[in-house]
């Protein structure tokens, strides 16, 4: 009689529970030695105290993928994520997680169960983005299941392996310097009441539900600054998208702007007998505007400027490409967009870096070289009047090249 711990299949990494108790035998597969090792003590104690149920200890009980999903959900996802995430995360369990292996123990499913899921997914018409971000949320699930030493490994790792995601290069739009003050002129003579929400726009690479969130008490005008402190989502006021947040440098003229926007809806407020909103941008009856409506007359504008649709957030990105068209450091640039990491300024707007490439090779070229060189062109004699220049060309014979060389 007594309880054992040790692997099935040696080095297998997967330990198991043996129990030999009143001539009856019984075995689990827990998940790593740490985990065993606890449930072994526990069916001990409990076996000393006499109260033992070979049938029922609560360790030896499978442990369904869907139980410990509900529970990661309401531990970790609605403690720490926001309630666009935790919704987004309770629908891809309810659509297509929980029906396939919901039923089954966490401790056993296998990779070839995650890959099977994958191409059942993708067999279904979603895209590869989607299903990957299927097997994100996966991932997370297994990983807090490897911390409370549940599993050995994460079955849903490198997913990327599995589904192949095409890259970001294309889907970075924005518009250029001239654009985007064609936009703006356009805004001021044609929907001038807009002016000050689409300069801000442009000014600080906010993102929409950041604009709407935006109060009057963000804005320092001593400072120069604005503090980014909240975002809306579907109705709901939040963190910045990072949880973080962030300071954007005001230019003048969005300074003087918005100093008018504030005087102007302060004497309206004043004249219906209401106090100044605390938000920046409100709707004509001054209540709360909606990210749905600024759609419509973002699109009027784009057409009255005969300006490509591109979306609304490209703003963001026309903010930051006009930084780095200026040779703002990336790091600033980063700051100001307020990314949790520069990595992602570098993989979304390092390639707009304006000969960066180019002068980076020339920095290879050794320095004497450089100077014989540029000897060399000074002491050479003028070139004949009857010929051309090498530069654009390309129509020389060899014998004529040879000549110049």
């Not at 330990?15 to 740490?34: D, L, M, P, Q």
């Not at 990779?111 to 191409?119: A, G, I, P, Q, Y």
């Not at 070229?365 to 060189?373: F, G, L, N, V, Y």
Request: proline share 6%.
């Amino acid at each position: 009689m007594g309880v054992k711990v040790r692997e099935k299949v040696k080095d297998s990494g997967e330990w198991w529970v043996f129990i030999n108790y009143r001539r009856k035998r019984a075995s689990k597969k827990i998940g790593t030695r740490k985990a065993a090792k606890e449930a072994a003590v526990k069916i001990e104690r409990e076996i000393a105290l006499e109260r033992f149920n070979l049938e029922t200890p609560e360790e030896m009980k499978p442990l369904t993928f869907r139980k410990y999903a509900e529970r990661w959900m309401r531990q970790h996802a609605e403690v720490n994520c926001k309630p666009e995430t935790v919704r987004n995360y309770r629908y891809a369990l309810d659509v297509n997680l929980l029906p396939a292996i919901g039923d089954k123990d966490i401790r056993g499913i296998t990779r070839d169960d995650v890959k099977t899921l994958c191409f059942d997914m993708k067999q279904k018409g979603l895209s590869p983005g989607v299903v990957k971000l299927r097997g994100t949320i996966l991932g997370g699930i297994f990983n807090a299941a490897i911390e409370d030493g549940l599993l050995v490994g994460n079955p849903a790792i490198r997913l990327g392996k599995i589904v192949k995601v095409p890259g970001r290069k294309g889907r970075v739009d924005f518009l250029n310097p001239d654009e985007s003050r064609k936009l703006l002129d356009t805004v001021q003579e044609h929907f001038p009441r807009w002016l000050p929400f689409f300069l801000t726009a442009l000014r600080t690479g906010m993102r929409v539900g950041e604009l709407i969130a935006l109060q009057w008490e963000d804005i320092d005008w001593n400072g120069k600054f604005i503090e980014v402190r909240r975002a809306i989502s579907r109705g709901v006021v939040g963190t910045p998208k990072n949880g973080k947040p962030r300071r954007i440098d005001l230019s003048d003229r969005l300074s003087a702007v918005l100093s008018d926007h504030r005087r102007t809806m302060a004497k309206e407020a004043l004249a219906q007998g209401h106090s100044l909103p605390e938000r920046v941008f409100v709707n004509p009856e001054g209540g709360e505007l909606l990210a749905s409506s600024v759609v419509r007359p973002y699109r009027r504008i784009l057409t009255k400027a005969g300006l490509r649709r591109i979306r609304f957030h490209d703003l963001r990105h026309s903010f930051a490409s006009a930084l780095i068209a200026n040779g703002e450091p990336l790091a600033y640039v980063k700051e100001q967009m307020g990314h949790s990491s520069i990595q992602i300024t570098v993989d979304v707007y390092g390639h707009l870096e304006p000969g960066a490439n180019r002068e980076a090779v020339n920095r290879l070229d050794d320095p004497e070289w450089k100077i014989q060189r540029r000897k060399t062109r000074e002491s050479a004699p003028p070139p004949h009047p009857e010929e051309t220049p090498l530069q654009g060309n390309t129509n020389i014979s060899l014998k004529e090249l040879a000549i110049r060389v």
